[in-house]
C-alpha cells in the first residue's frame, strides 16, 4: 500500500509540473485557464488523498515538515478564504471570474495544497528516498525543462504557420498567437522571460559547459522565440493600463471599511472595474470593453482583498527572500530558482497573473523551502498507541475520500455543461449548471431573440402561445441571472432589455425595465451606454423630459457616442420638431457616414416627409454598408413599389423574406407584385 500511495505521490506531481504549462483542450469555451484549473485540482486532490491514505494506514502516524514560511502561506489563504466569505460575488469568489477562472479561492487553495505537498515529499541530494521523501527536487526541475522544450517547440510552431499545414487540427491552433501557456502573446513574453532568468542561474550554478548544454540549447531557443514574438507583427493583447488598474484598486479600498480590510472579495475585480472606472476611460478605443483584471496582479490583489490580503502577500514574499537570502551561501541548488522567483514578483508589478504563472509562484516557493534543510523541522504526531487518534484520522480520511468523489462528481457536470456552452446549447449547460449566472444570462437573450423573431410574425394562436412561451422563459432566466450574480452588470441589462422589448404586449414591463436598468447604472455608473438605454425605454413609454436626461447624462459620460446623440435627434421627433429633428439626423449622417442605424433613420425621415429620392439614397448606403439590415431592405421595397419598380420591389421583398422566413406579410406583399 505504501509503495503505491508513494507511486501515486510521485507520477501526480511529475504529471503537474510537466502538464501544467502545457495543458489545454479544444472542447470548453476558454480553452486554457478552464482546462487548467480542472488539471491542477484534479492531481492535487489524487496526490493528497495518496499522501494522507499512506500516512493514516501504512505509518498509523502523521508526519509533516515545517518551515518558517508555512504560517504566511496560511495567512494568505485564510485572507483569500475571508475575503470570499465576504465577497460581492461568493461563486466568482469561489471558482474563479467567468472567462479568467485563474483567481478563484480553490484554485489558491490547490496551489497551496501542491506546496506543501512538495514541501513534505521532496528533497535535494543525501535525503533524496527516505520514508518521507519520495521525490527528488533535481528529477522535478528536468521533468520542467522538458515542459519548458515542448512549450517553445510548440510556439514556434504557431509563429511560422506549420500548425496551419496539418488538416484536422482545432482552428485556435491555427492562430499565429496560439500557444499552451496562455493562449495570449504577452502572457508567453512573461512566461520566457521568468524562463530565461531561470536558464541563466542553472548556467551559471555549474561551471562545467558540457553538464550545461541542455539549459544552453533551451535559453537560445527562449531567447530566439521572444525575439520573433517582438519582430513578428502579430496581434497584441488589449490589457488595461497600470494607470487605470492601479486606480479602481484605490477606488475600491477607499469605498468603504469593508473593502479597505477585504476587498470585493477574491475574484471579483469585474465589479471593482465597472463601480471605479474613470470617465476619462470613454476616450479609450477599448471603453466598452467590461476588464475582469488589472493591468497587474499586484493591483488586483490591493482590489479584490484589500489591505489584509496586500500585506499578507507582501509579507510571505518579504519573508521568503529574508530566509532565502541568509541561507543564499548554504545549498547552491535554490540560486537558479530564487532569481527566477525574483522575475516573477517584478512581472507581478507589470502583468495580471494566470494559472501558469500562478502555478509557477508555488512551485518555485516549495523548491526553495525544501533546499532550506536547516529551518525545517519535522512534526510527529503518531497514534499507533492510541485507538481514539486511530479512530478519528480513519473516519477524517474517509470523510476527505468521500468530499473528493463528490467534487468530482460536480466537476464533471460544470465540465459537460461548459462543452455545451461552447457549442451555444444554452439550455443543456443550464440544466449541467443552473447555478452559473453567465449560462442563465445567455439563454435569456437566447429567448429574447426567439421572441422578438415572432412578434415580427402575423399573429396566429400557435405564434401567439408560442411567443408567451418565450417571453416568460426569457423573464425567468434573466431574473434567475440577477438573483444568481447580484453584483453582476450583464445581469441587471439583460433584464432591462427583455422588459424594454416586450413593454407593448406585457403590462408593467417598462416599470421593470426602469428599476433594472437603474440597478445597472449603479453598479456601472460611467458607462453611456446604460443610460442610453435607459432613455431608449422612456422614449418608449413617451416619457420625453425623463428620456432626454438620460440621453444628456450620456452625452455627458461620452460626448461622441453616436447611439446617444441619434437618440436624441429622434425625440425632436418625437415632439413634432421634424425640421430639427432632420437637422440633427443630418448633422450625424455627415459626422457617422459608416453608422447604418443613423443612415436608415435619416432615410426613414425622408421618407416620412415624402423626399423619395433622399431617402432611398440612404437605404441604398444602408444596406451597403449592412447587407443583411432588414428594415432597409423593406423600405426600399416599399418605395420601389409606391413608384410602380415592381422588378426592384420584388427583389427587395424577397430579401426581406430571405432574412425573416415565414413573414406572412411580406409573402402577401410578393404575391401581389407578382399579380
Known amino acids: 500500500?505504501?509503495?503505491?500511495?508513494?507511486?501515486?505521490?510521485?507520477?501526480?506531481?511529475?504529471?503537474?509540473?510537466?502538464?501544467?504549462?502545457?495543458?489545454?483542450?479544444?472542447?470548453?469555451?476558454?480553452?486554457?485557464?478552464?482546462?487548467?484549473?480542472?488539471?491542477?485540482?484534479?492531481?492535487?486532490?489524487?496526490?493528497?488523498?495518496?499522501?494522507?491514505?499512506?500516512?493514516?494506514?501504512?505509518?498509523?502516524?502523521?508526519?509533516?515538515?515545517?518551515?518558517?514560511?508555512?504560517?504566511?502561506?496560511?495567512?494568505?489563504?485564510?485572507?483569500?478564504?475571508?475575503?470570499?466569505?465576504?465577497?460581492?460575488?461568493?461563486?466568482?469568489?469561489?471558482?474563479?471570474?467567468?472567462?479568467?477562472?485563474?483567481?478563484?479561492?480553490?484554485?489558491?487553495?490547490?496551489?497551496?495544497?501542491?506546496?506543501?505537498?512538495?514541501?513534505?515529499?521532496t528533497s535535494y541530494g543525501k535525503n533524496y528516498g527516505n520514508r518521507i521523501s519520495i521525490i527528488s527536487a533535481s528529477d522535478l526541475m528536468k521533468i520542467f525543462l522538458w515542459s519548458i522544450f515542448f512549450v517553445i517547440l510548440f510556439s514556434y510552431f504557431s509563429i511560422f504557420g506549420l500548425w496551419q499545414k496539418i488538416p484536422g487540427l482545432p482552428a485556435i491552433m491555427k492562430q499565429p498567437t496560439f500557444n499552451p501557456v496562455s493562449g495570449s502573446l504577452e502572457g508567453l513574453v512573461v512566461f520566457l522571460s521568468i524562463v530565461v532568468v531561470l536558464l541563466i542561474g542553472l548556467i551559471l550554478q555549474k561551471s562545467q559547459l558540457k553538464k550545461n548544454w541542455p539549459s544552453v540549447i533551451l535559453l537560445i531557443a527562449?531567447?530566439?522565440?521572444?525575439?520573433?514574438?517582438?519582430?513578428?507583427?502579430?496581434?497584441?493583447?488589449?490589457?488595461?493600463?497600470?494607470?487605470?488598474?492601479?486606480?479602481?484598486?484605490?477606488?475600491?479600498?477607499?469605498?468603504?471599511?469593508?473593502n479597505g480590510f477585504l476587498g470585493s472579495g477574491i475574484g471579483?475585480?469585474?465589479?471593482?472595474?465597472?463601480?471605479?472606472?474613470?470617465?476619462?476611460?470613454?476616450?479609450?478605443?477599448?471603453?466598452?470593453?467590461?476588464?475582469?483584471?488589472?493591468?497587474?496582479?499586484?493591483?488586483?490583489?490591493?482590489?479584490?482583498?484589500?489591505?489584509?490580503?496586500?500585506?499578507?502577500?507582501?509579507?510571505?514574499?518579504?519573508?521568503?527572500?529574508?530566509?532565502?537570502?541568509?541561507?543564499?551561501?548554504?545549498?547552491?541548488?535554490?540560486?537558479?530558482?530564487?532569481?527566477?522567483?525574483?522575475?516573477?514578483?517584478?512581472s507581478q508589478f507589470v502583468y495580471y497573473q494566470n494559472t501558469v504563472l500562478a502555478f509557477l509562484f508555488w512551485l518555485f516557493l516549495a523548491l526553495s523551502v525544501v533546499s532550506w534543510e536547516k529551518p525545517i523541522k519535522e512534526k510527529v504526531i503518531s497514534f499507533k498507541e492510541s485507538p481514539k487518534l486511530n479512530l478519528i484520522f480513519t473516519a477524517s480520511l474517509i470523510i476527505i475520500g468521500l468530499l473528493t468523489l463528490t467534487s468530482y462528481y460536480f466537476a464533471q457536470k460544470f465540465y459537460r455543461a461548459d462543452v455545451a456552452y461552447a457549442k451555444t446549447n444554452y439550455e443543456r449547460a443550464v440544466r449541467l449548471n443552473p447555478n452559473l449566472s453567465q449560462y442563465r444570462i445567455i439563454l435569456a437573450r437566447s429567448y429574447l431573440g426567439e421572441a422578438l423573431s415572432e412578434m415580427r410574425k402575423p399573429s396566429t394562436e400557435q405564434n401567439s402561445l408560442l411567443l408567451q412561451t418565450k417571453i416568460a422563459e426569457a423573464i425567468d432566466e434573466a431574473r434567475i441571472g440577477t438573483l444568481l450574480g447580484p453584483n453582476?452588470?450583464?445581469?441587471?441589462?439583460?433584464?432591462?432589455?427583455?422588459?424594454?422589448?416586450?413593454?407593448?404586449?406585457?403590462?408593467?414591463?417598462?416599470?421593470?425595465?426602469?428599476?433594472?436598468?437603474?440597478?445597472?447604472?449603479?453598479?456601472?455608473?460611467?458607462?453611456?451606454v446604460l443610460q442610453t438605454d435607459l432613455g431608449k425605454l422612456y422614449l418608449a413609454l413617451n416619457e420625453l423630459e425623463k428620456a432626454k436626461s438620460a440621453f444628456i447624462k450620456a452625452k455627458e459620460l461620452k460626448s461622441d457616442y453616436p447611439e446617444a446623440l441619434l437618440q436624441e435627434a429622434l425625440i425632436y421627433e418625437k415632439e413634432n420638431n421634424l425640421v430639427k429633428s432632420l437637422e440633427k439626423l443630418e448633422d450625424l449622417a455627415g459626422s457617422y457616414p459608416l453608422n447604418p442605424e443613423i443612415l436608415f433613420q435619416l432615410g426613414r425621415l425622408y421618407f416620412n416627409l415624402d423626399k423619395m429620392d433622399e431617402a432611398i439614397s440612404q437605404f441604398e448606403k444602408v444596406v451597403e454598408l449592412a447587407p443583411n439590415h432588414s428594415n432597409a431592405h423593406y423600405s426600399l421595397g416599399v418605395i420601389w413599389a409606391k413608384k410602380e419598380k415592381k422588378d426592384l420591389a420584388i427583389k427587395e421583398f424577397e430579401k426581406v423574406l430571405e432574412l425573416n422566413p415565414g413573414n406572412l406579410e411580406v409573402a402577401q406583399k410578393l404575391k401581389e407584385l407578382r399579380k
Request: aromatic share 18%; proline share 4%; charged share 15%.
Open 268 to 346: 471579483t475585480y469585474f465589479y471593482d472595474f465597472a463601480k471605479h472606472k474613470s470617465v476619462e476611460f470613454n476616450q479609450n478605443p477599448l471603453w466598452q470593453v467590461r476588464f475582469d483584471r488589472p493591468g497587474n496582479h499586484i493591483a488586483e490583489i490591493l482590489a479584490t482583498m484589500g489591505f489584509l490580503g496586500l500585506l499578507s502577500y507582501m509579507a510571505l514574499v518579504g519573508m521568503f527572500l529574508l530566509i532565502s537570502w541568509m541561507l543564499i551561501t548554504v545549498p547552491k541548488s535554490q540560486f537558479p530558482i530564487l532569481v527566477a522567483f525574483l522575475a516573477l514578483v517584478i
Open 222 to 258: 527562449a531567447l530566439g522565440l521572444l525575439f520573433s514574438i517582438f519582430s513578428a507583427p502579430l496581434p497584441k493583447e488589449q490589457v488595461l493600463g497600470q494607470g487605470l488598474s492601479w486606480k479602481v484598486a484605490f477606488g475600491t479600498v477607499t469605498s468603504n471599511l469593508k
Open 1 to 121: 500500500m505504501r509503495d503505491i500511495c508513494n507511486r501515486v505521490i510521485k507520477y501526480s506531481l511529475f504529471l503537474l509540473v510537466f502538464l501544467a504549462p502545457l495543458f489545454w483542450l479544444p472542447f470548453s469555451f476558454e480553452n486554457f485557464e478552464f482546462n487548467k484549473q480542472y488539471l491542477i485540482c484534479f492531481l492535487v486532490s489524487i496526490a493528497f488523498f495518496a499522501w494522507i491514505l499512506k500516512q493514516v494506514f501504512c505509518d498509523r502516524e502523521i508526519r509533516f515538515k515545517k518551515s518558517p514560511l508555512d504560517i504566511y502561506v496560511a495567512i494568505f489563504i485564510f485572507v483569500a478564504a475571508i475575503s470570499a466569505i465576504f465577497s460581492v460575488d461568493r461563486g466568482s469568489s469561489l471558482f474563479g471570474f467567468y472567462g479568467k477562472f485563474s483567481d478563484g479561492l480553490i484554485g489558491l487553495v490547490s496551489l497551496g495544497v501542491f506546496y506543501f505537498l512538495i514541501t513534505n515529499n
Open 488 to 528: 453582476r452588470v450583464a445581469g441587471w441589462e439583460t433584464l432591462g432589455m427583455v422588459y424594454r422589448e416586450i413593454h407593448p404586449i406585457v403590462e408593467g414591463a417598462g416599470e421593470w425595465g426602469v428599476k433594472a436598468f437603474e440597478k445597472a447604472i449603479s453598479l456601472e455608473p460611467t458607462n453611456p
